[in-house]
């Protein structure tokens, strides 16, 4: 065994009602917060911010996707203008997204209350939207100071995208599994993660309220968010980009539909990291299991249904294999476009059994 692990250095506050200790996290890296949240959630975040009493400086209610700079400088002058020394970043991975612009650009301190399951707010990935155009980076001063998960916040997410976004979550982890920097901690995180978000999703999707769900979903989503920051992504990441560029495919559902081709794929050349996989979803094959539990989820599984066109598979074929990247196995473009034959049908994935 061999490996180099360079845990972040995050501070974790877990557990139902822990918003009622904001005010303690932000007294230890600041003074003057300033709120940031999306327009849905304002109300949520004008209450956080009544209950911070003297500390909150201010709101800022403008977060959006993709972190548009406009959005990021708009912030910072209402940081400036309040004298602002920190923020608070209430909501999901928009709303931490631009906390974390505001982070590396002017050096604003933040601490995270997620409210999705994005995972973001423990990495050290950050992205920025110019003229349409997203640069992404790594980089350790984006990452927030404190992440306050508190599962009470999550039972208004509406059942379709704690699913979406819960799906995505088990992707992380998956990948962590073989991926080529991965090492046993981050293994024992991606498993932990996908046994407990295959378990809480359907939980959660039939009856949203249920706050043990709730808790270990938020759970499952610290390990793959903490995996994802820990780990380079493979095959199913990459792919999943390309069609999302080439074809405007939406994220969270293409990710869901891609990914147990993906492991199916890969599953020859990751014996240990499938027998993981395979543990943590009852002993079965993960390609399949993954399949029927995105089945069982009401998940779209045809790239067909998501925008893809036919033609575009041997586009996306000739793409992936352009740019070479780690991946258990090696790429080829007949490989990908039986792949993506199949993904394009919603048929389940080629498999080879592979169980714990
Ligand atoms: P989001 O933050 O865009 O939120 C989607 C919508 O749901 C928003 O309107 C939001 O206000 C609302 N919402 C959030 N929590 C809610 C709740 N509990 N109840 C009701 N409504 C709620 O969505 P997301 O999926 O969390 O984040 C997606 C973004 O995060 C993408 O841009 C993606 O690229 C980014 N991301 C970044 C990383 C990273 O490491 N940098 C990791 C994962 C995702």
Redesign the pocket.
């Given at each position: 065994m061999r490996f180099t692990y360079e845990p972040l250095p995050y501070r974790i506050i877990f557990g139902s009602g822990s918003i009622t200790q904001a005010a303690e996290e932000v007294r230890r890296i600041g003074k003057r917060v300033l709120v940031l949240s999306?327009p849905?959630?304002r109300g949520d975040a004008q209450a956080l911010a009544a209950s911070l009493g003297d500390l909150a400086v201010g709101q800022f209610d403008r977060a959006v996707?993709?972190v548009p700079v406009a959005t990021v400088e708009a912030a910072a002058a209402v940081a400036r203008e309040l004298a602002a020394d920190c923020t608070i970043a209430l909501?999901?991975?928009?709303?931490t997204?631009l906390a974390?612009a505001l982070s590396l650009r002017f050096d604003l301190p933040s601490i995270a209350i997620p409210?999705?399951y994005?995972?973001?707010e423990v990495?050290t990935?950050?992205?920025l939207t110019e003229n349409g155009v997203k640069t992404t980076g790594r980089d350790q001063r984006v990452l927030p100071r404190a992440v306050i998960y508190d599962p009470d916040?999550?039972l208004?997410?509406?059942a379709g995208?704690s699913v979406a976004?819960g799906l995505n979550a088990i992707a992380h982890c998956v990948e962590g599994l073989y991926a080529v920097d991965g090492n046993p901690i981050v293994s024992l995180m991606a498993e932990d993660g996908i046994r407990v978000l295959a378990k809480s999703l359907p939980v959660i999707l039939a009856d949203p309220a249920n706050e043990e769900a709730r808790a270990e979903a938020l759970y499952g989503c610290w390990l793959a968010g903490s995996v994802?920051g820990a780990a380079s992504v493979a095959l199913h990441h990459k792919l999943c980009h390309t069609l999302g560029g080439a074809f405007d495919m939406p994220h969270a559902q293409t990710h869901t539909a891609v990914l147990p081709h993906a492991v199916a794929y890969n599953a020859p050349a990751a014996p240990e990291a499938m027998e993981r996989a395979s543990r943590a979803l009852g002993g079965r094959d993960p390609a399949m299991a993954l399949y029927d539990l995105a089945k069982e989820l009401g998940a779209e599984m045809a790239l067909s249904r998501l925008g893809m066109p036919h033609d575009g598979i041997a586009k996306a074929a000739d793409l992936a294999t352009r740019n070479p990247y780690p991946n258990p196995r090696p790429i080829t473009e007949a490989g990908i476009a039986a792949l993506l034959e199949r993904a394009y049908a919603g048929l389940p994935p080629e498999s080879v059994v592979v169980t714990a």
């Open positions: 999306t849905e959630q996707m993709h909501g999901g991975g928009s709303t997204g974390k409210t999705t994005a995972g973001s990495t990935i950050w992205g916040l999550t208004s997410l509406p995208l976004s994802l």
